[in-house]
């Protein structure tokens, strides 16, 4: 099977970054979002992100042109009706997830593989909703998008091989390293990687370390870019405490319970970078 038209749905931080790295790599692909203003936005960001990229020499104009040329923008989802690979981007919620598939179910053609960039719900809930479920896959892809190499590629318990195939090789069209995961609460990368941060704020919580020195022992010591409390204010608390919810309800085992500091955190609103407070100030 060969993909020709992409569609991404929702604009936000990873569907925009999503739709920039199909078009850079010379895919057609419709950016669609319900809300207007957020499809402007974000493709108003990829176009600016284009530019940078020519700016510092690693594009050509001619090849800023031809992304740009390859990508538009609709908030009709019908329009998905000559797609082959749709990537949903859309909230972390599961009744919302499960409406787009269904709806795109409907609309797609028949052979069209849909995947879906959830950080953490099971692609297997989701497959089940369509009658294609052997077409359903996970592609989860890291923030930011046009900078971070993996995508994870999570089978649903239903997905075929065939389909693995063709996302596995577009994921290397696109520059991207795939990983092969299966579908089990937070996959691989969440699963390692969200613990380490709940542990950081346990560690925290329990005057063990300041904030800043907890980022100072993983950074220096562990030689880690950004350390878990900087990395977690970028993630957004909610999203890590969600997360962590997931690996706690999914295994039933304390080891993945929130630390309580996290839980204060996201009630009072301090949601890390996006909301101005979390472990650091960024007013
Ligand atoms: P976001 O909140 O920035 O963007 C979501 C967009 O979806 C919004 O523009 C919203 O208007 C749109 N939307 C909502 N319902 C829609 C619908 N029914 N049809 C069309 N558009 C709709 O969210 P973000 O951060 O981009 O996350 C999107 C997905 O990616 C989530 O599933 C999240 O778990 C996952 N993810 C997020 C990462 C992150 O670091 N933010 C990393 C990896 C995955």
């Not at 739709?19 to 957020?38: R, Y």
């Amino acid at each position: 099977m060969s993909v020709n038209q992409v569609m991404v749905i929702g604009a936000g931080q990873m569907g925009a970054g999503i739709a920039q790295v199909f078009a850079q790599s010379g895919l057609k692909v419709k950016l669609n979002d319900m809300n207007e203003e957020a499809l402007n936005k974000g493709i108003t960001g990829i176009e600016k992100r284009l530019q940078r990229v020519v700016d510092k020499g690693k594009l050509t104009a001619d090849e800023q042109a031809k992304a740009n040329e390859l990508l538009s923008g609709t908030t009709d989802l019908n329009d998905a009706s000559d797609c082959d690979l749709v990537i949903e981007a859309v909230v972390e919620n599961m009744d919302v997830k499960t409406k787009v598939f269904q709806s795109l179910d409907e609309i797609t053609p028949a052979h069209a593989i849909l995947a879906s960039n959830t950080s953490s719900l099971p692609i297997t809930e989701i497959a089940a909703v369509t009658k294609r479920p052997s077409q359903v896959i996970g592609m989860h892809f890291m923030n930011p998008v046009p900078v971070m190499k993996l995508v994870e590629i999570i089978r649903a318990i239903q997905t075929s091989d065939e389909t693995y195939q063709v996302i596995e090789e577009m994921t290397k069209k696109l520059n991207k390293a795939p990983v092969e995961v299966n579908d089990l609460p937070g996959f691989a990368a969440n699963r390692i990687l969200m613990p380490m941060i709940n542990e950081a704020i346990f560690a925290v919580h329990e005057g063990v370390a300041s904030v800043e020195d907890v980022d100072t022992v993983m950074k220096l010591g562990m030689n880690h870019p950004m350390g878990p409390l900087t990395l977690a204010d970028f993630i957004g608390l909610d999203t890590c405490l969600y997360i962590m919810e997931v690996l706690h309800d999914g295994f039933g085992d304390s080891k993945y319970r929130p630390c309580p500091l996290l839980r204060q955190y996201v009630k009072a609103g301090w949601l890390g970078k996006k909301s101005g407070r979390g472990f650091y100030s960024y007013e």
